[in-house]
């Protein structure tokens, strides 16, 4: 064992990695993107092998002890924490060991950048990307991982062939559609209640390398989710996905933003793509950008937020998916009270995205032809009554998302009893609890959720 391995610790199994107590390494195992829910564990294994992971979940389970996975740290509200536990950082997994015409085959702790690099080397690409490639395979596979490719191939969830698992009674499993298929659809979406996901085989589609992006801007929130609602049906571009934006006169203007990936000299034809759209031939922007430095888009955003300090500001993130047909009776009131100082310049974000394409059963979302996913990314300053204000807001806005058939989306910050749990799982919660009961008997893993009480 390395030093820094916990005294208090007794009996730790052999590891080819290290268990880590020193206050820097609990302290960051204590935070997250959110920076608002501060629960140190006891330990942080910094994995050298998959064995590792079985053997401290083993560990941890005789002493009733609990374990949470943490792949980049960037849920909201302290999911990947282990209050007294011990915390893995699947950052110590990150081999990516295939990429061919099986997909590719990659560690857990990979981030999709590193993924997306290796796969365009070899012409490929994953189907679905996230806005932000600095997340986790692990993490937004626990989640469900919505991209502008959504629409067309569902969640990340919903391109995954195999996943090598440790259940939360440290047993290893390989499982996949035809092989151990309850448990790789509890994973699948399941908020790491039921497995760490050690490794995963991805789909990859070929990538055309270039893109060209047309933004279109609305006046009004009803001709835009008209579009994205007819957009996200017919599938006529590759990407789409919406935005809203602080209007020159106070308010808010919002923006399509859709994509169309060909191989040059061929080209999309633009008048075919805008046709019988709301009004915006004359507005749309049109620009044809690499496909890496597409998807790569949100990084000088981020680069400047990380220079300006804000990077690391709290985040008492809003997230969920709202049914098509309430969206704009929703949506709209909130938008007409919503300033730019409430979202602290955060975006807000209206993702459509078709039902027939999510097939996760854990990662729930409105019944209907059609549905949005909503996002006020809001950046606090750092005071704690601003911050108690957001989640209370963000509180009173999931109710009323609820009661128009609204469902979170679990990786922001939205305080949630185990009620609201049973609710939200709604016809699949006894599959949900049975899984539980089956793969984590002790009831060990991932309690940042608060889905199952200690
Ligand atoms: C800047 C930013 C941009 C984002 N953009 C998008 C986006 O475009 N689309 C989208 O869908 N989401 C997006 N997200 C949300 C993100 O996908 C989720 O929060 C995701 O869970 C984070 O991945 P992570 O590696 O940071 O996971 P963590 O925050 O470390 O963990 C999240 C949860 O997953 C569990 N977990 C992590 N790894 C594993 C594993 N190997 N096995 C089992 N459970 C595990 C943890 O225990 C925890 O419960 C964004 C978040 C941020 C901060």
Known sequence: MSPGVADELSGVPPLDGALLTSPEALAAAADDFGHTVHRPPA??????????????????????????????????????????????????LSAIHEIGPAGAVVDAGVTWRALIEA??????????????????????????????????????????????????????????????GELFLAVLGGLGQFAIILRARLRLVPARPVARVYDLSYPSLEAFTADAAVLALDGRFDHVQGQ??????????????????????????????????????????????????????????????????????????????????????????????????????????LFPLRRDRLRRPFLRVPDGEVCFLFDILRTAPPDPARVQADLAANRSLFETAR?????????????????????HFGPHWPAFE?????????????????????
């Not at 806005?131 to 191939?153: C, E, K, Q």
């Not at 049975?434 to 200690?454: E, S």
């Open 43 to 92: 330990a942080v294994l910094r994995p050298g092998s998959s064995d590792d992971v079985a053997a401290i979940v083993r560990y941890a389970g005789k002493r009733d002890m609990p374990v949470a996975c943490r792949g980049c740290g960037h849920a909201t509200d302290g999911q990947a924490q282990a209050p007294g536990g011990i915390v893995v950082e699947s950052g110590g």
């Open 119 to 180: 796969a365009l080397a070899g012409g490929r690409t994953p189907p679905v990307v996230t806005d932000y490639l600095d997340l986790s395979v692990g993490g937004t596979l626990s989640a469900g991982g919505i991209g502008g490719a959504s629409p067309r191939f569902g969640a990340q969830v919903d391109n995954v062939l195999e996943l090598d698992v440790v259940t939360g009674d440290g047993v290893r499993r390989t499982c996949a559609a035809d092989r151990d």
């Open 434 to 454: 049975r899984a539980k009961r089956t793969y984590d008997p002790g009831n060990v893993l991932a309690p940042g959720q608060g889905i199952f009480p200690r």
């Open 244 to 349: 809203a934006d602080p209007g020159p006169q106070g308010g808010w203007t919002w923006h399509l933003a859709a994509a169309s990936y060909h191989t040059p000299p061929e080209t999309p034809d633009d008048d075919v793509l805008l046709t019988g759209l709301h009004d915006t031939r004359a507005a749309a922007r049109v620009e044809d950008v690499p496909y890496a430095a597409f998807l790569a888009r949100l990084d000088p955003i981020v680069e400047f937020q990380v220079r300006a300090g804000v990077w690391g500001f709290p985040h008492p993130w809003f997230d969920l998916f709202v049914p098509a047909a309430a969206i704009d009776a929703y949506a709209g009131p909130i938008m007409d009270r919503l300033t730019v100082s409430d979202t602290g310049g955060g975006p807000v974000l």
């Open 403 to 423: 009661d128009a058939g609204g469902l979170r989306y679990c990786i922001g910050s939205v305080s949630f009893t185990p009620e609201d749990w049973r609710r």
